[in-house]
């Protein structure tokens, strides 16, 4: 899969821009707050109809407009393919594939998979389970429509049950209804995150020895989940066993929705031990590794965004990086960065296959 052209209007900084685009690598060169990561922003939302940063989408629309449009034309399996996606404040953001507009956007997730490699994956490491479990949600969700419909009733259920636990419901009946419905969604959950994890765990690994080197570091990671207790307890018997607690607190304790990823090196918890360094290089393996996973899951290539990956790294480990994302494993690429020597040596590494950008104030200048 590949983007062939993308039409932006109004989105964040950039009034208006239209670009077509390289096969292989396309590279954006401007200093911080250009509008470089706006523009893998607005590919992220092609793919996923929110915005990678996370911010409400009115937010997204340029100071002082009303709308704004991102537009891109793809090559998918050998078929054209343009998608358009509209927002406007107080209006349903609209997703038109084809012309013809989504009614439910979730339908949308996995058709057009994408990476997305940038400095807040540091979060994977630092932040609380919450987010280490929205990046395993987006992930297998790509892959796994299943997985993403039981996301959805298991978090409907989690609501309900919440509400009642707030408004002091002490009716056994009402909650047996809404934990059977929880339970069954959150075995599904549990094992396509078991599975997902061991399978990652392998690919991850090979990538972080090669950026990192002959360092003698062994990287690893362990799904955690309430659900593994006894070999695989039910919910329900843990939902019924918390309850009591449950109705102090007002929210519900035990769940899928408190699983996590424990990431270590050399047996140390990467959080608190790991070096910047250290850190960058296995969010960036893990990156890698999300990469092949959907390869291998979706039949395509997904775009890989790199969004000023080379900060706080060593030139060996940029070196090796650069020899990674450039072989025929990878398709079609996005960099950005303030340092051209960067962008020069992997363009240099593409056989001429490459288009590069100067980036200022929003606006784009073909180099």
Known sequence: MRLCELTLNN????AETRLELSGKVNCFLGNNGMGKSNLLDAVYFLSFCKSFSGVNDRLLIRRGEDWAMVKGRYVRKGVDEELTLGLAPG????????????QRLSAHIGAFPLVMVAPQDIDLIRDSGEERRRWMDMVIS?????YLDALIRYNKGL???????????VDPAMYGAVEMMMDMNADYIYRAR????????GLFSRYYRAIAGEEGELPSLRY???LQRGGGVALTVLLDEARRHDEIVKHTSVGVHRDDIEMELDGMPMRRTGSQGQCKTYTIALRLAQYDFLREATGMRPLLLLDDIFDKLDTSRVERIMGLVTSDSFGQIFVTDTNRTHLDEIMARTGGDYR?????EGGFTAL
């Open 142 to 146: 790509q892959s796994d429509a299943q």
């Open 159 to 169: 609501e309900q049950r919440n509400r009642l636990l707030r408004d002091g419901c």
């Open 91 to 102: 209006r349903r953001k609209s997703l038109k594939r084809g012309g013809k507009e989504y």
């Open 11 to 14: 989105f964040k900084n950039i």
């Open 194 to 201: 078991a599975r997902w994890v061991d399978s990652l765990t």
């Open 356 to 360: 590069l950008w100067r980036v200022e």
């Open 224 to 226: 955690v989940s309430h």
